[in-house]
C-alpha cells in the first residue's frame, strides 16, 4: 500500500489550497481515509476523515473551512482547504484504515491516529500572514 500526497505550497492568510492523496493497493472508497497535520514542535493531530459511504468528520478547528472528499475515478482523497489562517501551517498527512468497510463507529475512532495503518509521506502547506 502506499498513499502519495501531493499539492502543498505558500498561500497568504485567506486564500486556499486543495492537497490531494493518491493510493495504490487498496481503493479508497472501501476504506476510511484521514488527514492529518504536523507544525514544527507539536503532535501530529487530526483534521478530517471520510468513510466509504461518503460521512465526513472535521476537527473543530478546520470545520467550516476544509472539505474532505473522494475521487473514485482516480483513487485519491482531497482535501480542499479555504480560508486559510497562519495557524493551519504544518505538514498535511494522509492515512488509511486497513478496515474493509468498516462499520460506523463513535467519532472519537476517525480522529485516532492509530486507526490508521499507512501513511503518506506528507506535503507542506504553509500560511503567510
Known amino acids: 500500500v502506499q498513499l502519495q500526497a501531493s499539492g502543498g505550497g505558500l498561500v497568504q492568510a485567506g486564500g486556499s489550497l486543495r492537497v490531494s492523496c493518491a493510493a495504490s493497493?487498496?481503493?479508497?472508497?472501501?476504506?476510511?481515509m484521514g488527514w492529518f497535520r504536523q507544525a514544527p514542535g507539536k503532535e501530529r493531530e487530526f483534521v478530517a476523515a471520510?468513510?466509504?459511504?461518503?460521512?465526513?468528520f472535521y476537527a473543530d478547528s478546520v470545520k467550516g473551512r476544509f472539505t474532505i472528499s473522494r475521487d473514485n475515478a482516480r483513487n485519491m482523497v482531497k482535501l480542499q482547504m479555504d480560508s486559510l489562517k497562519p495557524e493551519d501551517t504544518a505538514v498535511y498527512y494522509c492515512?488509511?484504515?486497513?478496515?474493509?468497510?468498516?462499520?460506523?463507529?463513535?467519532?472519537?475512532?476517525?480522529?485516532?491516529?492509530?486507526?490508521?495503518?499507512?501513511w503518506g509521506q506528507g506535503t507542506q502547506v504553509t500560511v503567510s500572514s
Open positions: 492515512g488509511l484504515d486497513e478496515t474493509f468497510r468498516p462499520p460506523f463507529r463513535d467519532s472519537s475512532y476517525y480522529s485516532d491516529r492509530a486507526t490508521y495503518n499507512y
Open positions: 493497493g487498496r481503493t479508497v472508497s472501501n476504506h476510511i
Open positions: 471520510i468513510r466509504p459511504g461518503g460521512s465526513a
